[in-house]
């Protein structure tokens, strides 16, 4: 039996630095921390769902500002 392989490729907009860019989802996980390429802060990316190529996003860990 072959099983599909249940990839979400899409992107995120990093909501601290604006910088977008590709991540992929494992269909089978609601959500996934990465690093901003960017700037380097958690982010918690979501699936919208298989339709959608965009991620929701929140910080997961934002950093202390001081
Ligand atoms: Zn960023």
């Known amino acids: 039996m072959v099983m599909p392989t249940d990839t979400l490729y899409g992107t995120y907009r990093c909501p601290v630095c604006g910088h977008r860019d590709a991540v992929e989802l494992?269909?089978?996980?609601?959500?996934?921390?990465?690093?901003?390429?960017?700037?380097?802060?958690?982010?918690?990316?979501?699936?919208?769902?298989?339709?959608?190529?965009?991620?929701?996003?929140?910080?997961?860990a934002p950093r202390a500002a001081s």
């Open 26 to 60: 494992r269909a089978d996980d609601e959500s996934r921390i990465i690093e901003c390429s960017y700037c380097d802060t958690q982010l918690e990316i979501t699936s919208r769902g298989a339709d959608s190529a965009r991620f929701a996003v929140q910080v997961a």
